[in-house]
Every structure is written in structure tokens, then in C-alpha cells.
């Protein structure tokens, strides 16, 4: 098993620039998730998913849109990129008890 | 709601010493609590998890954890540090019969091992 994969694992935007970022999962999970974690700041929910075709607001969801049309992948897109954006996005996923497994992460840097 | 607090965003100590990380955690609901750990340029991996069974919880590399419900406290101990347990470390809250079973985390404490 790959666990959770998460691509690309760097990226550089320019402001306004739009991109998307993949998780994907090989564990049969029904929910996924996407963080982003700033210094200082721990790890802040922006979405998740409880279900293939479900997505839900996290903690800081403004700038980004999801979607899982898949079981086995969420999707994190930027649709104009903003320097405040920069941040390690990580993906995570559950089945519906138990802990959640995290990907390596994407470091992203708007400019 | 239910929030995680970890007190020292940054914790020495010499190696072989004991290690103490801690958490608080306020939840309206019974929690479940976790412990993460991430080594530089990675992502976050599971230490060890309270789920309601025995209140003092082992996990992995030596570390435990105790629940203390009167205290709201969930801190994290390792008898003697090794220099391999410098790291950041996240303790994380979710409750029981949250749908969304989503997890709330603290800010980090980051351990440094001085040999």
C-alpha cells in the first residue's frame, strides 16, 4: 500500500495564477481531508469529505474549492492565487473511526 | 466546539533526560485524543491515541500519555530522550459522535534533544 500520496510536492505560483493539488489514497477511507499548516499555527482544516461526492467547509476554506469524484481522491484547487496562500497543504484520510493518516505534503510558495 | 492548547512551542532537554510535552483540551463532548509527530519536511505521524479504554496510553518509540479527564490534560512523557525524538509534536482533540470526526489540533511544541 502507498498510503497517501499527495502531487506535486513543490510548487511555485504567481499571484493570480490558479492550480490543483491531488491526494490520493489506496486504503478504501471514506473520509478525506485537506490542511494547511503555517509556523506557529498547528494544522487548520480548510475542507473535507465524508463520502465520494460530499465536500464540507473546514476551518478556513476562503480561496480554495474541493471536489471528490472519486472515492480514492480529493482534490485541492487554488482558483487565483494569493502570497497569503503559501503554506504546506496536507492531505489526510479515515474510515470512520480511528486515526487519520497524513500525506508527505506539497510546499507551496505564491510569489 | 473543542480546542487543544499546548503549552511551550519550543521544549529542550538533554539527551536520557525525561521528556514532557503538554496538552489540554476543552470539549463538550467525551474526546478522543491524539498525539502526532513530524519530522522535518514530512508529514504527520500517529504516536498514540486515547479512545475511552484504559487512560494511560503507549505508543510507539517509547512514548505514553495519560488521560486525565478532572485536569483536561492528555500530556505526553518519555522516560529518556533520544536524540532521534527531535521533532514537532501535535496533540489533537476530536469528539466522539462528531460526524465529521474532525480533528482540532494544538499549535506544536517543538522538542530539541541537546546531547
Known amino acids: 500500500n502507498a498510503g497517501v500520496t499527495q502531487t506535486p510536492k513543490f510548487r511555485v505560483l504567481k499571484t493570480g495564477q490558479s492550480m490543483t493539488l491531488l491526494c490520493a489514497q489506496d486504503?478504501?477511507?471514506?473520509?478525506m481531508y485537506w490542511y494547511r499548516q503555517d509556523p506557529g499555527m498547528g494544522l487548520r482544516l480548510i475542507h473535507y469529505?465524508?463520502?465520494?461526492?460530499?465536500?464540507a467547509k473546514g476551518e478556513v476554506p476562503d480561496g480554495y474549492n474541493v471536489s471528490r469524484l472519486k472515492k480514492q481522491n480529493f482534490l485541492l484547487g487554488l482558483e487565483s492565487a494569493a502570497p497569503s496562500q503559501t503554506s504546506v497543504y496536507f492531505c489526510?484520510?479515515?474510515?470512520?473511526?480511528?486515526?487519520?493518516?497524513f500525506g508527505p505534503g506539497t510546499r507551496l510558495t505564491v510569489l | 466546539a473543542q480546542s487543544v492548547t499546548q503549552l511551550g512551542s519550543h521544549v529542550s532537554v538533554s539527551e536520557g533526560a525525561l521528556v514532557l510535552l503538554r496538552c489540554n483540551y476543552s470539549s463538550s463532548v467525551p474526546p478522543y485524543l491524539f498525539w502526532y509527530v513530524q519530522y522535518p519536511n514530512q508529514g504527520l505521524q500517529l504516536l498514540l491515541k486515547?479512545?475511552?479504554?484504559?487512560?494511560l496510553v503507549k505508543g510507539i518509540n517509547g512514548f505514553e500519555a495519560e488521560f486525565k479527564k478532572s485536569e483536561t490534560s492528555f500530556h505526553l512523557t518519555k522516560p529518556s530522550a533520544h536524540m532521534s525524538d527531535a521533532a514537532e509534536y501535535f496533540c489533537a482533540v476530536t469528539s466522539k459522535g462528531a460526524g465529521s470526526y474532525q480533528l482540532t489540533f494544538g499549535k506544536g511544541t517543538k522538542l530539541s534533544v541537546i546531547p
Open positions: 486515547y479512545t475511552s479504554a484504559a487512560t
Open positions: 486504503m478504501n477511507h471514506e473520509y
Open positions: 469529505s465524508v463520502g465520494e461526492g460530499t465536500t
Open positions: 489526510a484520510s479515515k474510515l470512520s473511526a480511528g486515526e487519520q493518516f
